[in-house]
Structure formats: C-alpha cells, structure tokens
C-alpha cells in the first residue's frame, strides 16, 4: 500500500467511496503486445515496496508496490536503436532513452513500475481529480543520472518501442548546415524532453495534450521575449484559461543555459514551419 503523507486521508476516502478497477498494462513492440493484469503485477515475486523521498507526481515522500522496469520490459525485449515511449492515460507520451529504462547499475538512477492497487487505491494528484494510477514510473536516486521530472509519467497505460524521435518526426529536426555546438541543437533535445511529452511541433510528435508549437504559430512569434520566459517559468503568471495543464520549469528542471537554448531552438524552427 502507498502511503503518502498529508494526503493518506484522501486516499483512504477515495478507497471508501469507490475502489479502483483493475487495469491493464500493453508493452508494445511493433505488431507485438503483451499485456499484464494489475493482480499478476503485484504477485510477482520481484515487487517490493519502494520509498521515493520526493515524489514528482504528488509532491512529497511516498511508497509504493512496485516492480523493476527492466525486468517488466524483458518479457518483450526492445528492437535496436529504440527508444521507449510511455503513454498516458490523457496522451501525455514521454521519451525515455532505452539505456535509463534498463539502468540498474548500484548507485545509478532505477525506473520503478509503481502498481495502483485495487484494495488501497492511491489518492488524487494534487489539483486534480483523478491519482496517479493506474500504473506509473518512479525513479530510485533520480539524481543520480540527471533524471528529467517529464520521465516521471503517471497513469501510464503503454509502454511502447518506437524509433528515436529524430529519425521519427524528420520535421523536428535543425537545420542540417548548423554548426554542432549551435545552442539550436542544444535547444532541439531540450525540447524533445521537456516539451514533446505533450505538444507536437511541425505535426511531429504522438502527444496532442498541448497544441503545435510551429502550427499555425510558434510562441516566439506571438510572446515578447520576456513574458516568453516568464510563461516558460510560470505560465499562470502570463495567462490563465479553465482547464490549464501547462506546468512551469524551475531552474532545477530547465536550467537558465537549456532555457536560452530551447527558446533559440523555437526561435530557429519559425523559419522551418511548413506553414
């Protein structure tokens, strides 16, 4: 069972009120799937209870039942030259390089499959009315491989191999004659962590939870630099809207060098929309 403090509570009167219905989990490996009911996945004799000391999704510690990334992915193992992608229940799609996906070297970052399960069921997110289930990815000693918070993916329904966003979405890609260390470049692989997970660019990208950052407009056409900045940072300080899922970017996350260089990247892709 998780317990989270400050919102066991909560979770203990979401459990009265209804209970979570099992789910379903789909890997997906071209026209290959295997999927795995919520009960077989807390069966397993390699689930254990986690503690995570700070939790991306709920904002503090928390425990969880959960299993190994790895050895759930080695029931269908990758194709070379893969990247995972893990889908939402909301088609929030987040693209983890394969080699973090597998780490389990001592001392390294570690993806924990977080099981929601059906007797105990987790509390809602915070701002939200739905939890974090049914399935999500924590992560062990995250910063010790500089883990992105946009890896931490919740209500996770697939894990799916996919080409690299590169040789997938062409229409994401620089330039081609721009130097290597043009802070474009740079920009482009902050974006592709930081902002793919929801928004297309181009028509590229398997996320439309946020709109086309270069169709029919890319921000940097329509925001002074400043208030661009802001918004990136704190976005309900800029403008607000009913149903705002945009979150902001603390230093921590996007430092103020992979700021600079994502805004040159959208800067550098309005000359680069088909549009």
């Known amino acids: ?89 909301d088609g929030y799609a987040a693209q983890i390089p394969m080699e973090l996906a597998y780490q389990d070297a001592p001392g390294a970052a570690r993806a924990w499959l977080a099981i929601d399960p ?23 000693r995250p910063e010790a491989s500089g883990i992105p918070t946009k890896y931490w993916t919740y209500q996770v329904t697939t894990l799916r191999y996919v080409p690299s966003p590169a040789s997938r979405w062409p ?33 590229g990208g398997s996320s439309t939870v946020g709109p086309d950052l270069n169709i029919p407009m890319n921000p940097t056409q329509y925001f002074q630099p400043a208030a661009l900045r802001r918004y990136l940072r704190e976005p309900a300080s800029v403008r607000r809207w009913p149903d705002q899922k945009m979150p902001g970017f603390t230093p921590r996350q996007l430092s103020e060098t992979e700021l600079d260089a994502l805004i040159e990247y959208l800067a550098h892709m309005a000359k680069r929309s088909p549009d």
Not at 122 to 135: I, R
Request: charged share 15%; glycine share 8%.
């Open 171 to 203: 229409g994401l890609a620089v330039e081609a004659s721009l130097p290597g260390d043009h802070p474009a470049r740079i920009g482009q692989q902050a974006y592709v962590t930081q902002c793919l997970p929801c928004h297309t660019l181009n028509g």
């Open 1 to 89: 069972m998780m317990r989270i403090r400050a919102v066991t509570l909560v979770g203990s009167l979401l459990g009265a009120i209804g209970g979570a219905s099992a789910a379903t989990l789909l890997i997906e490996r071209d026209e290959e799937r295997v999927s795995f009911e919520t009960s077989e996945l807390l069966a397993r004799p390699d689930a254990r209870q986690i503690p995570i000391p700070s939790d991306v999704g709920y904002g503090t510690s928390a425990s969880y039942r959960a299993i190994p990334l790895s050895a759930l992915l080695s029931h269908l193992p990758p194709s070379p030259g893969r990247t995972l992608e893990t889908v939402a229940r």
């Open 118 to 140: 059906d007797d105990a069921p987790w509390p809602a997110l915070p701002g939200k009315q739905a939890s974090a289930g049914p399935f999500y990815i924590v992560w062990e």
